[in-house]
């Protein structure tokens, strides 16, 4: 039998995913990225997850649209006159359902001068499918998708011309290490013009339980997104994860505000990848993968976020409860 060394990869060219699995699993801890959960299967699983009576931030955010949503536009356009083109760049658009209510409202405020929506999605069925359903219940609206890694976002905002309305909601900075939170939402303000806004969704910390229940829910349907990773990498790289050895893993730590998941080896094994010329990784019994971030913030944390990436905090909206925040923010 041949086992690959670490550092004599095979000579053929690796897929990104590949090169990531070789990289994520040689390191302490072991790691995959989130971003790799949404292949079909996975974004519609997600989809399911966003239903789930545990995960209480899609409906949360779409809470505040819907008593918020006039204002939230007006927010979004303001420093940009009511006649002058306005694009409206959204990243991680998912089906995009919260976000079409902010797209009625500034249809509605901006007579004549329909905005544009780029919607900018890893998955290419999601954003699909989000077309699709644009086409049929905004019909004005100018529409331009891009299934992107958010990195493209970024090179769309410095190269678009004119006004800008950008959206990272749901909570999807959470996703980032704190560190990266900064560097993005930096990133992100960089090409802005103070008449441009950024809308950004930040779930915030709340009784521990909740938060930890909304990624453990009971119907196991968090469980399956975070086991569909592997099974991702069987079918794409021919890796051998047998699923049944793996379990879900969610923890909590309410000093930190950090939301991880992980997944555990129910026993030692050795896992072969198939694009990687069949390497081999070993995992001793009950040691764990991490493959997502998912972190909760304060309204101070928001605040020091935002004046260390050169952004102010324009307006924060918020649902009853004091669960989610929506905050403009503006260079
Ligand atoms: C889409 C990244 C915001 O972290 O809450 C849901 C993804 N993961 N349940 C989140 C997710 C597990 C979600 N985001």
């Known amino acids: 039998m041949v086992i690959n060394e670490p550092n004599s990869p095979p000579a053929i060219a690796l897929s990104s995913l590949a ?3 070789q990289q994520g699993l040689s390191q302490t801890p072991k790691t995959l990225s989130s ?16 239903a789930l009576p545990e995960y209480y931030p899609t409906r949360t955010e779409l809470a505040i649209f819907r008593a918020q949503g006039a204002a939230i536009g007006q927010a979004l356009g303001a420093g940009t006159g009511p006649g002058e083109p306005l694009a409206v760049v959204e990243l991680g658009a998912g089906d995009g359902l919260k976000t079409k209510l902010l797209l009625r409202e500034l249809l509605a405020a901006r007579p004549g001068a329909a ?3 780029v919607p900018v999605d890893i998955s ?10 644009l086409r049929q219940e905004l019909p004005a609206l100018p529409t331009e998708p891009l299934a992107a890694e958010y990195g493209a976002a970024l090179r769309e905002l410095a190269t678009r011309p004119g006004a800008k309305a950008v959206l990272f909601l749901g909570s999807n900075i959470g996703n980032f290490a704190p560190a990266e939170q900064q560097q993005f939402l930096a990133a992100l303000a960089e090409p802005l013009t ?15 339980r909740r938060i930890r229940a909304a990624y453990d829910d009971a119907a196991g349907v968090t469980a399956a997104f975070n086991l569909n990773l592997l099974r991702r990498l069987n079918t794409e790289l021919g890796a051998d994860f047998q699923l049944a050895d793996w379990q879900h893993f969610p923890d909590y730590d309410p000093s930190t ?4 998941s992980w997944l555990v080896s129910r026993r030692a094994q050795t896992v072969r990848v198939g694009a990687l010329g069949g390497q081999a990784f070993e995992f001793a019994a009950w040691e764990a993968i991490h493959t997502e971030n998912s972190y909760k913030f304060s309204l101070p944390q928001i605040e020091a976020l935002a004046a260390g990436a050169g952004l102010r905090v324009v307006e924060v909206f918020e649902d009853g409860n004091h669960d989610f925040a929506d905050v403009v923010l503006a260079v």
Do not use: C
């Not at 103070?194 to 521990?208: E, I, M, S």
């Open 257 to 260: 505000g950090a939301m991880r």
């Open 35 to 50: 971003k790799y959960f949404y292949d079909e299967t996975g974004s519609q699983l997600f989809q399911q997850i966003m």
């Open 194 to 208: 103070p008449a441009d806004r950024l809308l950004v969704g930040f779930d915030l910390r709340k009784d521990p």
């Open 115 to 117: 905005p544009t929506y």
């Open 124 to 133: 290419p069925s999601a954003l699909e499918g989000l077309v699709a359903t």
């Open 19 to 21: 090169e990531h699995v």
